[in-house]
């Protein structure tokens, strides 16, 4: 298992070789003169000022060169300070959020995170719930119910799925609104005496022991929600049944219960942790799928989380901020894609033993 | 003997194979057999055949008022406030289809399905995005799997260094997810190719190919260690030969069931672009284009129901249809699967 681990973990930094060059090959697109904005905050207008940073930062200068300037930054040859330099943290400036894209990420970060993680637990214990009662009063009623739910559900695109749901609960009933939180509940938030301790509005109010900031930022959270998690119900629950399936055909299943085992503990202690293991490997496409679905509900929702920003930037191919934010996707799901396979390593002794 | 094997069918009470199933051979008639008596699949199909019908009439359900572009949706006038459906058209009204009057009595054309915000018909983008959903869907996923059964089968039949290499590329790839990473790309293309479908249908096929690429990978793995690949190395054919009458034909149907499933999301992907405003231009007749102009109204759906309702249910019909179809051509192909519906 410990080997297992290391051999996955030393290709870490190999991959993540590859993802920098992949992304830098993307900044090679651009001109000299839009990749300057890596480094500088205003692109000068003149031509002669803009010849001087285009030196100054070598970006006329070989592509391993600019590749490495890329990844260290350069020193300011007048006030020694350094610039740029994706491994310290500095992306450059955004042409659309007029900050620099660090400063962008760390202000939308905290809003994207309180979404995704109101979104895990629907999204990883929903599909898997549903799986096991359609495997298991399999060829029944519910078990048809559930199969039709799988397949539709599956092929709603998230963004109508997003918009029918906004229209049924806010423009009809008035129920559920979008954005993060109401203008009052805003004016409370910047207000001094409110304590900002992690930035999540939900665990800030809760803390603050303000009920009523709570209760509106849950209501505005609802539907981006449902609308991020029902896709991932759908997969799983498919994935899960059909792995139930087979697993309740197993002859240890039938040992179990010509035992006299009780039905419930054939299915949840014998059935259900062999069925699961498929379920694990779905862990990768599953935040593959938060990633770009935060992107398509914080826009039909209008919550000012990075999705948001990543989309404005794209439409405005604002490509400085938008490579930014790729490369910090990326990074989750090389962290992730390690996650599942250690989980999945220790979960499946086969895998162990290998 | 052939009569031998008719009379112990008969024994066993099977029918001897009719004309059609010894066509086809038993696997491929099976298979079709399945298909056609699926309910999931007959629904799946019809969808599908319907939606070829839109498509290939489209020039007759709706017929173009610039014949030269007719992907491009014609509109009425320039206001900004959505109309509901059954409006008339008032300016630049665009030919009358010659089923109209029969149908209704009527001398005048109207926006059946209301206008969106900038008065672009909603009903001429649904009929002409048909062909634009076809086309981009099935282009897209024609060169994914021909890039990913490329990639795949090179990597498992040489094995070594070459798959190393190859399965790193692979994982590059796969680190970055999907619909972020085509934006990404597409964004970076829209300035060099210009504005349409080119740049997001190049980054969903540059993101999109490792999945085939895995799967057939995996499956000619095991096909190569049989024997009848062996015997025709012994024998002196040649890597290309093998790989193609001796391999491929044995391990592409996962593939293909694959690409069938696939074609639904990759639609959903690129209308999912269109409608973050990446992609086709406004006006062009897209699904997802014509969602987005919704994004306008979002406080008022309620008012302006049709600008989601109508593009959003086709496009769920359309990706249904192909799910289904996949779905139940998985279940007919796959043999661990039958028996447990």
């Known amino acids: ?354 | 003997m052939a009569k031998n094997n008719t009379q112990q069918e008969e024994l066993l009470g099977r029918k001897p194979p009719g004309w059609l199933e010894r066509q086809l051979g038993t696997e491929a008639y099976r298979a079709l057999r399945g298909m056609a008596t699926n309910p999931i699949s007959v629904i799946g199909t019809l969808l599908l055949a319907i939606f070829l019908f839109v498509a290939i009439a489209a020039p007759v359900l709706a017929p173009p008022a610039h014949t030269n572009d007719p992907y491009q949706i014609p509109r009425d006038g320039y206001g900004q406030v959505p109309k509901p459906p059954g409006t008339e058209w008032r300016t630049r009204q665009p030919p009358l289809p010659f089923w109209w009057k029969a149908v209704t009595g009527k001398d005048n054309w109207i926006h059946i399905m209301g206008t969106a915000s900038g008065q672009w018909d909603i009903y001429y983008g649904v009929v002409w995005g048909t062909r634009t959903a076809l086309r981009v869907g099935l282009v897209i996923t024609i060169i994914t799997a021909i890039v990913g059964i490329i990639v795949g089968s090179v990597s498992a039949y040489y094995g070594g260094t070459v798959d190393i290499v190859l399965m790193r590329i692979v994982e590059v790839f796969i680190a970055f997810p999907f619909l972020p990473a085509a934006m990404t790309l597409s964004a970076v293309l829209t300035p060099i190719i210009g504005r349409g479908l080119f740049p997001p249908m190049i980054a969903i096929i540059v993101f999109g190919w490792t999945g085939v690429a895995r799967l057939l990978r995996s499956d000619v793995l095991s096909v190569r260690e049989r024997e009848y690949v062996l015997a025709a190395k012994v024998i002196g054919v040649s890597d290309a030969r093998i790989m193609f009458r001796h391999i491929l034909p044995n391990a592409i149907f996962p593939t293909l069931v694959w690409a069938s499933m696939r074609i639904g999301s990759l639609v959903i992907t690129f209308a999912a672009l269109s409608f973050l405003g990446i992609g086709a231009e406004v006006g062009y007749a897209d699904w997802g284009q014509l969602l987005s102009f919704a994004r306008d109204w979002m406080t008022q759906l309620g008012e302006y129901w049709y600008i989601v309702t109508f593009p959003g249910t086709i496009l769920v019909l359309f990706v249904l249809a192909w799910n289904l179809v996949g779905d139940a051509l998985r279940d007919v192909l796959d043999p661990r699967l039958q028996g447990s519906r």
């Open chain 1, 1 to 354: 298992m410990v080997n297992y681990v290391i051999r996955r973990l030393l290709l870490v930094p190999l991959i993540l070789f590859g993802v920098t060059v992949l992304i830098f090959g993307m900044l090679q697109f651009l001109t000299p003169v839009e990749r300057s904005a890596l480094y500088v905050r205003d692109i000068p207008k003149n031509e002669r000022a803009l010849e001087g940073v285009i030196k100054q930062y070598g970006l006329d200068q070989p592509i391993p060169v600019q590749y490495w300037k890329w990844l260290v930054g350069t020193r300011d040859p007048h006030t020694g300070e350094i610039r740029g330099g994706i491994l310290r943290g500095d992306f450059g400036y955004s042409r659309t959020a007029s900050e620099p894209v660090a400063d962008l990420i760390k202000r939308r970060f905290p809003a994207t995170l309180e979404l995704a993680l109101w979104a895990v637990l629907p999204v990883v214990s929903g599909g898997v719930i549903l799986g096991v009662i359609a495997a298991v009063n399999h060829n029944k009623p519910i078990d048809h119910i559930a199969r039709i739910f799988a397949i539709v559900g599956w092929s709603f695109p998230d963004f109508v799925f997003g918009l029918l749901v906004l229209m049924f609960f806010y423009a009809d009933l008035k129920w559920l609104p979008p954005g993060r939180v109401s203008d009052w509940a805003n004016q409370v938030i910047m207000s001094p005496e409110f304590h900002n301790y992690t930035k999540l509005i939900t665990l800030d109010a809760l803390l603050n022991l303000r009920l009523d900031i709570f209760w509106d930022a849950v209501r505005h959270l609802i539907l981006p929600v449902v609308t991020l998690s029902y896709l991932w119900w759908a997969l799983q629950m498919r994935v899960t049944r059909s792995s139930m399936l087979e697993t309740l055909r197993q002859d240890y299943i039938t040992t179990a219960r010509s035992k006299g085992l009780a039905e419930k503990v054939v299915i949840m202690r014998h059935a259900l942790p062999n069925a699961l293991m498929p379920v694990v490997t779905l862990g990768g496409s599953t935040v593959v799928g938060l990633l770009g679905g935060v992107v398509i509900v914080e826009t039909v929702f209008d919550y000012h989380g990075m999705g948001l920003a990543f989309a404005a930037a794209a439409v405005q191919l604002d490509v400085i901020t938008v490579l930014a934010f790729t490369l910090l996707n990326s990074l989750i799901m090389v962290v992730a894609y390690v996650i599942v396979d250690v989980l999945y390593a220790y979960i499946d002794p086969r895998v162990r033993l290998d």
